[in-house]
């Protein structure tokens, strides 16, 4: 995977004389492989590129030149002055230090990689303004397709490119304003699953800590998990609801908060790794912990007997990068949804029982 913050804008000259800061460590220009070669730029270029009429002896001189001063010719610059899209299919995810977004990339780069395709990242930190112009700056590279974890309302700006023959798949967030490809996963099923689990073990005071509650994957595991306590006639979890908690810190600080009150909850619902994190962290210390649920599985989950609701993240970009194949192959049908299923696994802490 390559990942790409800043994004200057593309030079279709860069595989010819570029100019150089002192400063940094200058690359080697074919105007210097000609030089070294004894050849005319135009003979260099033509050698590089691999082009008729050019005796093999010259070839070889020519390339032994661009070896020895490091030279790459910027394929991506040649496609584009030829008019051709390029080989890359781009992604607009979030975080990829949080291991949901890199395992996503991870299934969609495999995926890619078995029809010639390169995958490459760009990190939209939950900003929809942002993603838009991370798209435009994908587009201007002529990426063959887009896949997009999203943040932005709204979509309908990207209808013009799907028109241009640029498909965009959607992951974990469906599109809003636009009908596109999306992968999704089962949210409020999964947090339904969960909110009965606990209810299964004799709990009612039961806590949800929740995300922004502006993102689609957030107000469906809200949903689900409201289902739940409703189908049980249990009012009793209403006021341990803590949404807008997004990062581990605040997610310790609010169980922590949790626990403190008079009447704690005798169990809680994170609602994504992060969130569980966070709610481990302010559970150590802690002599008889409530249950604890948490939604996505991750590393050492296992290992710290954490009870999950699981889904299989690679699964999400593998499906949003095989859809995303099938358009650039030609596909013209209606949009597709694909639903990733959940399961719960239970590790032990999820099964204590209210104290």
Not at 112 to 140: K, W
């Amino acid at each position: 995977m390559s990942y790409l913050r800043g994004f200057p804008p593309p030079n279709p000259r860069s595989d010819i004389d570029m100019p150089s800061d002192e400063t940094t460590l200058r690359r080697p220009t074919l105007t210097e492989v000609a030089a070294l070669a004894g050849v005319s730029l135009k003979t260099a270029s033509r050698a590089l590129n691999r082009e008729p009429n050019v005796a093999a002896s010259t070839g070889r001189r020519v390339q032994d030149a661009a070896d020895s001063l490091g030279y790459r010719l910027n394929g991506i610059a040649r496609e584009l002055r030829r008019g051709a899209t390029s080989a890359l299919v781009g992604l607009v995810s979030g975080d990829l230090a949080n291991p949901f977004y890199s395992a996503v990339a991870s299934g969609a780069e495999r995926e890619l990689r078995q029809h010639g395709l390169l995958l490459i990242t760009a990190n939209n930190d939950e900003d929809g303004e942002l993603e838009r112009s991370l798209v435009d700056a994908f587009l201007e590279r002529r990426v063959r397709a887009l896949l997009v974890i999203p943040s932005a309302d709204d979509h309908e700006y990207l209808a013009i490119e799907g028109n241009r023959g640029v498909p965009f798949v959607f992951l974990d967030r469906p599109p809003d304003g636009l009908a596109a490809d999306a992968v999704l996963i089962d949210n409020a099923g999964g947090a339904r699953s969960a909110g009965e689990h606990l209810l299964g073990g004799g709990h009612r005071r039961i806590a949800m800590v929740a995300d922004l509650a502006r993102m689609a994957p957030q107000r469906g595991r809200i949903d689900g998990f409201v289902s739940a306590m409703k189908s049980a006639g249990n009012i009793d979890w209403e006021p341990y609801l803590r949404t807008e908690v997004h990062d581990v810190r605040h997610a310790e600080r609010t169980v922590r908060g949790l626990l403190a009150l008079d009447e704690p909850p005798s169990a809680i619902f994170t609602t994504n790794n992060r969130l569980t994190t966070g709610a481990l962290r302010a559970l150590r210390d802690q002599v008889n912990p409530p249950a604890l649920v948490g939604f996505d599985d991750f590393d050492l989950a296992d290992v710290l007997g954490t009870t999950v609701v699981a889904h299989d993240m690679s699964a999400i970009g593998r499906e949003a990068a095989r859809l995303a194949y099938e358009r650039i192959s030609g596909h013209t049908g209606p949009a597709r949804t694909i639903v990733i299923s959940t399961s719960l696994i239970a590790r032990g802490s999820g099964e204590r029982f209210p104290h």
